[in-house]
């Protein structure tokens, strides 16, 4: 799937996704508080973290949120139902990448700790058991969040960052 992460004049961003399924979403952020925008800090550290269920990979599978709205393409027939059951599937890795960004979001902002015992303790608000990430996967989400600050400080009203979120091999079978 690839997005386009766009700076708006207000300081917020947009982003503009090309799903597999060649239907275009926009999604449009609420926060203008951290250094980069809340929906990046998602792709960057889901991606970084392999949450394959959070916000971006949920999105890819076909779910649909308050603040996306459908641009291009033909949406399916049953976007509404299969956006709930995406969503009740999800709820656990969705609620837990709300934990673990906000970790991610207060590193890149330059107040938070950037170990790999933030990443665990945010583990432990919503799950049970030994965290899943190691210290290369905490490293590599850091280091690719402080390259996206410095890109997001440089760009200009309207400039645009893209990335590319991983499809599931089911998705692209279906194509």
Same mark, same amino acid.
């Given at each position: 799937?690839?997005?386009?992460?766009?700076?708006?004049?207000?300081? +917020?961003?947009?982003?503009?996704?090309?799903?597999?399924?060649?239907?275009?979403?926009?999604?449009?952020?609420?926060?203008?508080?951290? $250094?980069? !925008? %809340?929906?990046?800090?998602?792709?960057?550290? $889901?991606?970084?973290?392999?949450?394959? &269920?959070?916000?971006?990979?949920?999105?890819?599978?076909? /779910?649909?949120? =308050?603040?996306?709205?459908?641009?291009?393409?033909?949406?399916? %027939?049953?976007? %509404?139902?299969?956006?709930?059951?995406?969503?009740? $599937?999800? /709820?656990?890795?969705?609620? %837990? /990448?709300?934990?673990?960004?906000?970790?991610?979001?207060? &590193?890149? =902002?330059?107040?938070?700790?950037?170990?790999?015992?933030? #990443?665990?303790?945010?583990?432990?608000?919503?799950?049970?058991?030994?965290?899943?990430?190691?210290?290369?996967?905490?490293?590599?989400?850091?280091?690719? #969040?402080?390259?996206?600050? $410095?890109?997001?400080?440089?760009? /200009?009203?309207? +400039?645009?960052?893209?990335?590319?979120?991983?499809? !599931?091999?089911?998705?692209?079978?279906?194509?």
């Amino acid at each position: 799937m690839h997005v386009e992460f766009s700076k708006r004049a207000d300081g +917020g961003s947009l982003a503009l996704i090309d799903r597999e399924d060649g239907v275009r979403l926009r999604l449009r952020s609420y926060d203008r508080t951290g $250094e980069v !925008p %809340h929906d990046a800090v998602h792709l960057v550290g $889901e991606r970084a973290l392999g949450l394959t &269920c959070g916000l971006w990979g949920s999105l890819a599978a076909g /779910a649909l949120f =308050d603040s996306v709205e459908v641009v291009a393409g033909r949406p399916r %027939h049953d976007r %509404h139902r299969r956006s709930d059951a995406v969503r009740r $599937e999800n /709820a656990a890795q969705l609620r %837990h /990448a709300e934990s673990v960004v906000g970790v991610l979001q207060q &590193c890149v =902002d330059g107040d938070g700790d950037s170990t790999k015992a933030a #990443l665990d303790a945010a583990w432990g608000i919503t799950a049970t058991g030994a965290s899943p990430y190691t210290v290369d996967q905490a490293a590599t989400a850091v280091r690719e #969040l402080r390259t996206l600050r $410095e890109r997001w400080r440089r760009l /200009a009203v309207g +400039g645009t960052i893209p990335y590319t979120w991983p499809t !599931p091999p089911r998705a692209r079978r279906r194509r």
